[in-house]
């Protein structure tokens, strides 16, 4: 069992940068990010493997968000997102697992993630 616990949400304005932290229990295969925004179905953000670190991003966020996992035990994975936007709002989600999908669509899917957090609320706004 690998338990997961997000930090670094917050409010800020259109345009602006926050970096979200996940620190995991173990080191799992693959660490990532998903979100829920209000009234919407949760959505595959971001996500990265073990070194050397593959990484996997949702179109709505590729060239504004960028996922690390640092420290030699690779149990922090990072968030960094830039150039955000009001759409950007939502409850973010950690999220890992063991397990290896030589396809990106079963990757990404929410489905196949066996460890959650409990979400920090990010909020883009004037």
């Known amino acids: 069992q690998v338990q997961v616990v997000e930090s670094g949400g917050g409010l800020v304005q259109p345009g602006g940068s926050l970096r979200l932290s996940c620190k995991a229990s173990?080191?799992?295969?693959?660490m990532g990010w998903f979100r829920r925004a209000p009234g919407k179905e949760r959505e595959f953000v971001a996500a990265?493997?073990?070194?050397?670190?593959?990484?996997?991003y949702a179109d709505s966020v590729k060239g504004r968000f960028t996922i690390s996992r640092n420290n030699e035990l690779e149990t922090t994975a990072y968030l960094q997102m830039n150039s955000l936007k009001p759409e950007d709002t939502a409850v973010y989600f950690c999220?890992?697992?063991?397990?290896?999908?030589?396809?990106?669509?079963?990757?990404?899917?929410?489905?196949?993630?066996?460890?959650w957090g409990q979400g920090t609320q990010v909020t883009i706004s004037p």
């Open positions: 999220a890992a697992h063991n397990t290896y999908y030589p396809s990106e669509y079963s990757t990404t899917r929410a489905e196949n993630w066996d460890y």
């Open positions: 990265v493997n073990r070194s050397p670190g593959r990484t996997y």
């Open positions: 173990a080191s799992p295969f693959i």
